[in-house]
């Protein structure tokens, strides 16, 4: 502490000590404290107040999405609309709904089990050698590279490889394995992670009774992850049923129902709403209005069935 | 069995790369550098072929990408200059300030914003966030800061900014989820002994959580600018396809190469020399590239953050 310092300080005492008569200064009772004090909790009070602000406008465009597709979806819905084809004189959704009921039922049938068993091979069975950790850390790598591949080039890949060189041309299989193909990440990171959250003591305790690796597995890890297993299941059909762009390539376009598997187009829901956005006709906005509330409900119904409801039955 | 099922997502992914190297084969051959370092792309419709460098294209075309890459990373950088001060913001509420019976509703809310298909949004976006651009907001900032090159210029509602802003809602959530959960890791120790030495939330978060989480909230912004740089539907609906056009200001129409790639593929089909296909196939081999480059940085940043979070969690 240099000389000069000295002196300003022991001026700055004597002041106190006339104020407080003798007993020692308080640093709160010094108006330059006080002043950064008040200063800090103002600067604090606008930070919360930024982020609130922040909250309301990213939660606006949520609520004015929801609100505005279910007050039209509201004003569009009718039972014909529902029930008819959209090649009818009184247009509906029926080739729609069945057509992404299709699709989805398709890539859900092959992406859960695929996915599943790679999450529980990563999980539980990679930790063998040298050779099948290597293996496992290039697959998880491939299903991160998967997972972050835009959707587009998905469909292209399809075009590509099941509509041109296989020769299925538009068909909702072509539409399915894309899907499946973009569901498959998920499936396997939440399969992986929530097996992964079984907690050690279990695994050692079931191992000390003498259990085996694939007993292990079927009785306890797998049973116990489930409810986690069945949440990335259900958040993955959730993408896939509101994915547009690489059906486009895949599933082409057709008013009327479709139940083959190859060789013919067929329609779904995220495709009436691209396909009737310009539309001159008195009946195509209304259509699109319809389709989204029905994405938007399927969205929002698995959305917290997977995040409330699944999470009350996991025990670990 | 589990390592068939692993094996298939490896055979995949070389499958796609292969398929998609072999269509874009002679655009690579015939185009050569110029792809990258031209903006002018032209389908030309004249009717004759030629042959240059061993492949069929027709005469006078040319396909050069510089006019999509700007447009894409201009997109995708308005959108992430929006999501990042709004998505931290969200963060910073949920894990600083909120208490968890409001913080986990909100919570739920926004990863909602993550789970309504880009249709949809592209949807909201013409018909409400375009107009509302275009009415209200556009002429607003043309007339007062007009000065500024970006803001100047005739306005028009599909372009830059509803697709930058309705890019930036989209990856919100990204930013913000990953961003609270970085957050959240700060170790409670630290953070009360922060409190307890009189810090306010804002120098809590400011000196102890911010510089805690910050290679993952970076890894979190990455991962949204990869989600950015690939979305297609909604930025398709609301970018307007501008094609021979660098960006000049906010409200240009644009095209972004996914954008391009979906409203083109028909057309491109039916260029009989093939080159056009072709040369749409190794813009999408670019955007393969550019994705996931991206997409593997993000996911190095965020695994770091974890593990040294984790790290210090142990020190302290």
């Known amino acids: ?86 090649s009818n004189l009184q247009p509906g959704l029926a080739n729609a709904i069945v057509g992404t009921l299709l699709l989805v039922s398709i890539s859900t049938l092959v992406a859960v089990p695929l996915g599943v068993l790679g999450g529980i091979y990563l999980a539980e069975f990679s930790e063998g050698g040298k050779w099948s950790r290597t293996y496992a850390s290039t697959v998880r790598f491939l299903s991160d590279v998967l997972s972050g591949m835009p959707s587009i080039l998905l469909g292209y890949v399809g075009f590509l490889i099941l509509v041109i060189d296989f020769g299925w041309g538009f068909s909702p299989m072509a539409g399915g394995l894309i899907l499946a193909i ?9 399969t992986e992670l929530s097996i992964r959250k079984v907690p050690l003591k279990l695994r050692e305790a079931a191992t000390a009774l003498g259990a085996t690796r694939t007993q292990l597995v079927n009785r306890m890890s797998f049973p116990l992850a489930l409810p986690g297993i069945l949440t990335g299941i259900i958040l993955s059909i959730s993408i896939s049923v509101g994915e547009t762009a690489p059906l486009i390539f895949t ?65 670990i | 069995m589990t390592l068939v099922v692993a094996a298939g997502s490896i055979l995949f992914i070389i499958s796609a790369v292969a398929v998609l190297l072999f269509t874009a084969y002679p655009s690579i051959v015939s185009n050569e550098l110029g792809f990258f370092t031209s903006a002018n792309w032209n389908p030309s419709l004249s009717g004759t072929v030629e042959t240059v460098n061993g492949v069929h294209r027709l005469t006078g075309s040319s396909f050069g990408i510089l006019v999509f890459i700007a447009d894409t990373i201009a997109s995708s950088g308005i959108a992430v200059l929006l999501a990042v001060p709004a998505g931290l913001g969200v963060a910073i509420f949920l894990t600083e300030i909120a208490p968890r019976r409001i913080s986990a509703p ?43 090159p970006i803001f100047s210029g005739p306005i028009s509602s599909p372009g ?32 009360e002994g922060a409190k307890a030495l009189g810090l306010t939330r804002w120098e809590v978060t400011r000196k ?109």
């Not at chain 1, 007993?23 to 330059?32: F, H, I, M």
């Not at chain 1, 909250?55 to 039972?79: C, E, K, N």
């Not at chain 1, 973009?182 to 939440?190: A, S």
């Open chain 1, 1 to 86: 502490m240099s000389e000069k310092q000295m002196q300003i300080e022991s001026e700055r005492d004597a002041e106190n000590h006339d104020r407080t008569e003798g007993t020692r200064p308080l640093p709160w009772n010094d108006s330059r404290v006080l002043f950064r004090y008040k200063l800090r909790r103002i600067v604090d009070k606008i930070v919360v107040a930024v982020t609130i602000i922040a909250v309301a406008i990213v939660l606006y465009p949520l609520l004015d999405i929801l609100f505005m597709f279910f007050y039209r979806g509201a004003l569009a819905i009718s039972l014909p609309r529902l029930t008819e084809l959209t």
């Open chain 2, 208 to 316: 102890i959580v911010l510089p805690y989480a910050k290679t993952g909230i970076v890894g979190s912004i990455v991962l949204g600018l990869g989600r950015a740089l690939g979305e297609t539907m909604a930025v398709a609906m609301l970018a307007g396809s501008g094609v021979q056009i660098l960006p000049k200001s906010l409200y240009y129409p644009f095209s972004t190469i996914a954008s391009y790639m979906l409203l083109n593929l028909g057309a491109a089909v039916t260029d009989p020399s093939g080159m056009e296909l072709s040369a749409i196939m190794e813009l999408g081999l670019v955007l393969l590239a550019i994705t996931v480059t991206v997409n593997i940085v993000a996911r190095l940043l965020i695994k770091q953050g974890f593990a040294s979070s984790s790290e210090n969690a142990v020190r302290v």
């Open chain 2, 106 to 148: 909100i919570s739920f809310m926004v990863e909602m914003l993550a789970g309504i298909p880009s249709v949809v949004y592209g949807f909201w976006g013409l018909l409400v966030l375009g107009p509302y651009l275009f009415y209200t907001v556009e002429p607003y900032l043309s007339q007062h800061l007009g000065f500024i």
């Open chain 2, 160 to 191: 830059l900014l509803s697709a930058g802003i309705i890019l930036a809602i989209m990856i919100i959530p990204i930013v913000a989820s990953i961003s609270q959960d970085m957050m959240a890791r700060t170790p409670k120790e630290t953070r």
């Open chain 1, 251 to 315: 599933v082409g376009n057709s008013d009327y129902y479709s139940l083959c598997l190859i060789h013919c187009s067929t329609n779904f829901l995220t495709n009436i709403i691209w396909y009737f956005v310009y539309s001159p006709n008195s009946y195509g906005p209304n259509l699109a209005y319809l389709s989204a509330f029905l994405l938007i409900s399927f969205a929002l119904v698995l959305n917290i069935t997977a995040r409330i409801g699944l999470r009350r039955l996991s025990k």
């Open chain 1, 182 to 190: 973009l569901m498959l990440p998920y499936v396997i990171k939440t």
